[in-house]
C-alpha cells in the first residue's frame, strides 16, 4: 500500500522559507515521478513542479522557477521542495503525489494515483 506522509507547512513571512517534505513508503519510486501541487482556496489544484526519481531530473512551473526547487533522497525515500522568496500568492494547501511505475513525465493530475494529505503553507505580507 502506498503511503505519502508531507510534512513542513506552516506560516511564513513574504519573502521567507519553508521546505516541505514527502516520505514515500508502499513500494518502489526509482521508475517513476514524484510531483507537488497547490491549491488556493476557490482555485483548481495547480501543478508546481515534479522529479524523476530515478535520475533528479527536475521541472518546475514558471511561476515558482527560480525560488522553488525540488530534490530527493534515496536514502529516505523522500522528496523535498524548497520554497524560497514566497510570496502572498504562494499561499495554499501543498501536496505531493506519486505516479504508476513508467510515467516518468507526468505533470497532469489524473497522472498521479497516489497523494499526500496535503500540508497548509501560509505566507503572510
Known amino acids: 500500500q502506498v503511503q505519502l506522509v508531507e510534512s513542513g507547512g506552516g506560516l511564513v513571512q513574504a519573502g521567507g522559507s519553508l521546505r516541505l517534505s514527502c516520505t514515500a513508503s508502499?513500494?518502489?519510486?526509482?521508475?517513476?515521478?514524484m510531483g507537488w501541487f497547490r491549491q488556493a482556496p476557490g482555485k483548481e489544484r495547480e501543478f508546481v513542479g515534479n522529479i524523476r526519481w530515478g535520475s533528479g531530473v527536475t521541472y518546475l512551473t514558471d511561476s515558482v522557477k527560480g525560488r522553488f526547487t525540488i530534490s530527493r533522497d534515496n536514502a529516505k525515500n523522500t522528496v523535498y521542495l524548497q520554497m524560497n522568496s514566497l510570496k502572498p500568492e504562494d499561499t495554499a494547501v501543498y501536496y505531493c503525489a506519486a505516479a504508476p511505475i513508467g510515467a516518468t513525465m507526468a505533470r497532469y493530475a489524473y497522472e498521479f494515483g497516489y497523494w499526500g494529505q496535503g500540508t497548509q503553507v501560509t505566507v503572510s505580507s
Open positions: 508502499g513500494r518502489t519510486f526509482s521508475s517513476s515521478a
